[in-house]
């Protein structure tokens, strides 16, 4: 019983201790990736329509609607191979609004809005597609291929 105290406490000074901070990787130089959801006279898009990403690096996926309907963007199968550190909102004003933490598959974005997708790859992938998740949309271009290395 008292081992198992102190490995308690050792545990909680282990957790409050600003080293883990530092060795967070998920906080580590992150990369900031630009992402257009929108359409155009040829069809809907995602902009650019290829992304490759490193495992071990951090990334903040900046999702921008510029569309005047909302999009639905779907990670797919690369939700399994990244670890999701938080989804950030914030009003015109850049006034933070919401963080949302958790294992997330899908975001809606608003039209004329931007969400921030904070995650670090830890698993290879081979060339998926990731897609908006709203009917026809996929039929209309929607969809861009992911890579992970
Ligand atoms: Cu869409």
Known sequence: MKILYMTASL????????????????????????????????G??????????????????????????KHE?????????IFTRKIEISDSEGNLVAEIKGSIYEVEVGPGQTVQWFFVPVQTMETIEITCELPGHYESGMMATATIN
Do not use: C, H, K
């Open 44 to 69: 809907m898009f995602i902009s650019p329509n290829s992304y490759v990403f490193e495992t071990g690096q951090a990334y903040n996926l900046v999702i921008t609607n510029t569309d005047e309907f």
């Open 11 to 42: 545990l909680a000074a282990a957790v409050a201790s600003p080293v883990f901070a530092e060795g967070d990787l998920s906080r580590a130089n992150v990369i900031e990736v630009a992402m257009e959801l929108g359409q155009n006279e040829t």
């Open 73 to 81: 963007l779907a990670l797919n199968e690369m939700v399994e191979r």
